[in-house]
């Protein structure tokens, strides 16, 4: 690629200034698309912590209506960029989630989509205690491979 | 894609049973590959919480160490699945790493690398606390978008 780049850079396509900016433009999309670090701050992301206790015989009904929700989030909605969320071994009744939502509007529709509102009441009676933290990463654009 | 599955499984391309796990496999190779959440459980996976306080006139040091160790991770090791690390907003001397690792000998090769051994002992007095919580994902091979 660096060698297309290159030729496109000194001219030897002979395509003239403008097609420069609209190819460049599409090898570093597809750079970013096939890269695990995107090149891009990712600045308008809002990215969160969720850290949920559970009461001990809700755990496994939260755990089907948590999954429930983070996987129709993940499937109908492009802005919710992740819902990645873990269950402690040593304290089963502890979850965190890393939330990636790609815009602040992103994060406000999701909690008026129907899974989200089906999860939040179909689980207040099973959570102890939430707390929302929210926070920068440190490496805009991170995926997983 | 449907499409061309279901001229698979009814044979109308007339290939024989043979090529029908062949092109399956790459069928669902291709899927899993665009999917952002991946259909088969990634059941070897390491999902770990790294949970560090940072003396507060070190938290800049901190951060460019921690950043050069986690992009030479992920840019070198394909073991590494991701190293999302976040800061609180609201304290931010605290760090949470969300730590994916393809496998235990994939997370015990990364901890003999150069850049992980620099990483630790360049920051072993700017780090206050570690705690490294054992978790297990709610939906294995979930991704980012």
């Known amino acids: 690629m660096k060698g297309l780049r290159n030729m496109l850079l000194s001219g030897h396509l002979?395509?003239?200034r403008w097609l420069l900016p609209v190819?460049?433009?599409?090898?570093?999309?597809?750079?970013?698309?096939q890269?695990?670090?995107?090149?891009?701050?990712?600045?308008?992301?809002?990215?969160?912590?969720?850290?949920?206790?559970?009461?001990?015989?809700?755990?496994?009904g939260y755990k089907a209506?948590?999954?429930?929700?983070?996987?129709?989030?993940m499937r109908v909605e492009p802005g919710v960029l992740?819902?990645?969320?873990v269950q402690e071994k040593?304290?089963?009744?502890?979850?965190?989630?890393?939330?990636?939502?790609?815009?602040?509007?992103a994060y406000?529709?999701?909690i008026q989509t129907p899974h989200f509102l089906k999860y939040k009441t179909g689980t207040k009676d099973m959570v102890k205690s939430l707390e929302l933290i929210d926070t920068v990463p440190l490496v805009p654009g991170m995926r997983i491979k």
């Open 35 to 60: 890269s695990a670090v995107a090149q891009v701050p990712a600045s308008t992301q809002v990215v969160r912590l969720a850290k949920l206790e559970i009461y001990p015989n809700q755990v496994e």
């Open 108 to 110: 406000q529709g999701h």
């Open 23 to 33: 190819l460049g433009t599409g090898l570093l999309v597809l750079a970013m698309q």
């Open 82 to 85: 992740t819902l990645y969320a």
């Open 90 to 105: 040593a304290n089963p009744t502890r979850f965190t989630l890393l939330e990636i939502y790609a815009s602040p509007a």
């Open 65 to 73: 209506a948590l999954r429930e929700g983070v996987e129709t989030a």
């Open 14 to 16: 002979g395509c003239g």
